[in-house]
């Protein structure tokens, strides 16, 4: 597309319309782009292959399906869904379920049969899956992480910053003796939020103890709840928590109240999102905001340049976060 737009002295986009049949091309520029493509002996793909130039996969991981109705990816499909919809994509949806699926499988079937391909999180998609799915002319967009060392284009929060303001915040507000929720290590957004947080927290020469930072229990759908009453059951109590996500506070909420506690008189409680969940929160919680839905639109966008041969160079792109103060902490 690149050969035939600088033959006809017009944009790869206007070659890639025209190469699909898109209205909305004057028709001598129409006439110039089919006489370059004729000159350089380019064609367009049949037809009964076209549908492929019109549909992009969405992968997600199979123990992630409840994202599509999740507090925080439900946001970003949707932004993603639309943004499809508005350039004129089908999206193909596929789960990958590392423990019985052969990548094999996924990269000769599916991943042949859309024009680019979105991976929605890492999780159970480790690293070494996303880099086999490196097909010729088959771009891959990231969302919510990235690979050290491998250059795809990925959409990003700045997580690790939003980490470090909601820490700095409850430093602002006075708190020595704060616990934080981590999230599962296989998800790059939540570790770099972990981070975030011990990052500003080592700045006001602390650390938390290691009974206040507890793993989150593998399998369990209410992993702040559990983290929550590991934490109350020690000797010493925090009077502050940081969770690296709302749900896991959601679940820290509950324990707290359950123990007959305050929010925020005994404890305070922060996290990182701004699901719609945490304005209505009891008491309302105070979070880090993540652009979410916003995260979908500029993953499709970019997708779309790559398809068309207008965006060749790889990029990191990181939407800003917000701090967003409630009464919660």
């Given at each position: 597309?690149?050969?035939?737009?600088?033959?006809?002295?017009?944009?790869?986009?206007?070659?890639?319309?025209?190469?699909?049949?898109?209205?909305?091309?004057?028709?001598?520029?129409?006439?110039?782009?089919?006489?370059?493509?004729?000159?350089?002996?380019?064609?367009?793909?049949?037809?009964?292959?076209?549908?492929?130039?019109?549909?992009?996969?969405?992968?997600?991981?199979?123990?992630?399906?409840?994202?599509?109705?999740?507090?925080?990816?439900?946001?970003?499909?949707?932004?993603?869904?639309?943004?499809?919809?508005?350039?004129?994509?089908?999206?193909?949806?596929?789960?990958?379920?590392?423990?019985?699926?052969?990548?094999?499988?996924?990269?000769?079937?599916?991943?042949?049969?859309?024009?680019?391909?979105?991976?929605?999180?890492?999780?159970?998609?480790?690293?070494?899956?996303?880099?086999?799915?490196?097909?010729?002319?088959?771009?891959?967009?990231?969302?919510?992480?990235?690979?050290?060392?491998?250059?795809?284009?990925?959409?990003?929060?700045?997580?690790?910053?939003?980490?470090?303001?909601?820490?700095?915040?409850?430093?602002?507000?006075?708190?020595?003796?704060?616990?934080?929720?981590?999230?599962?290590?296989?998800?790059?957004?939540?570790?770099?939020?972990?981070?975030?947080?011990?990052?500003?927290?080592?700045?006001?020469?602390?650390?938390?103890?290691?009974?206040?930072?507890?793993?989150?229990?593998?399998?369990?759908?209410?992993?702040?709840?559990?983290?929550?009453?590991?934490?109350?059951?020690?000797?010493?109590?925090?009077?502050?928590?940081?969770?690296?996500?709302?749900?896991?506070?959601?679940g820290a909420m509950e324990a707290i109240r359950e123990a007959g506690l305050n929010i925020p008189g005994d404890i305070a409680v922060g996290s990182i999102d701004n699901?719609?969940?945490?304005?209505?929160?009891?008491?309302?919680?105070?979070?880090?905001?993540?652009?979410?839905?916003?995260?979908?639109?500029?993953?499709m966008r970019i997708l779309d340049r790559q398809i068309k041969g207008v965006d060749t160079i790889p990029v990191k792109s990181v939407v800003y976060s917000e701090l967003?103060?409630?009464?919660?902490?």
């Amino acid at each position: 597309m690149r050969d035939v737009a600088d033959a006809a002295n017009v944009s790869a986009t206007t070659v890639w319309m025209v190469a699909h049949g898109k209205p909305g091309i004057a028709p001598e520029t129409v006439g110039k782009v089919r006489a370059a493509m004729d000159r350089l002996s380019y064609v367009a793909k049949p037809a009964e292959t076209d549908e492929k130039s019109e549909s992009v996969g969405l992968l997600i991981e199979q123990s992630s399906i409840p994202a599509i109705s999740d507090v925080f990816y439900g946001d970003v499909i949707r932004g993603f869904q639309a943004e499809a919809d508005r350039l004129g994509y089908h999206i193909l949806l596929s789960t990958f379920d590392r423990e019985i699926q052969d990548l094999n499988l996924l990269e000769k079937g599916f991943a042949h049969r859309v024009s680019g391909l979105v991976v929605a999180n890492d999780g159970d998609i480790h690293p070494e899956t996303i880099i086999q799915l490196k097909i010729p002319n088959v771009p891959v967009v990231l969302i919510e992480s990235y690979i050290e060392g491998q250059m795809f284009p990925c959409v990003i929060g700045d997580n690790y910053i939003a980490g470090y303001k909601i820490a700095r915040h409850m430093l602002d507000q006075g708190h020595r003796k704060i616990a934080i929720l981590k999230g599962p290590s296989k998800y790059s957004s939540l570790v770099d939020r972990f981070r975030g947080c011990l990052a500003a927290v080592a700045e006001a020469n602390l650390l938390p103890a290691a009974a206040w930072m507890p793993d989150p229990v593998s399998g369990h759908p209410l992993k702040g709840y559990v983290q929550m009453k590991e934490i109350l059951a020690m000797p010493e109590r925090p009077t502050a928590v940081i969770a690296v996500s709302d749900k896991t506070a959601f679940g820290a909420m509950e324990a707290i109240r359950e123990a007959g506690l305050n929010i925020p008189g005994d404890i305070a409680v922060g996290s990182i999102d701004n699901t719609l969940e945490s304005g209505y929160a009891r008491p309302p919680l105070t979070t880090v905001h993540i652009p979410k839905y916003e995260i979908g639109i500029l993953a499709m966008r970019i997708l779309d340049r790559q398809i068309k041969g207008v965006d060749t160079i790889p990029v990191k792109s990181v939407v800003y976060s917000e701090l967003i103060k409630r009464e919660s902490g």
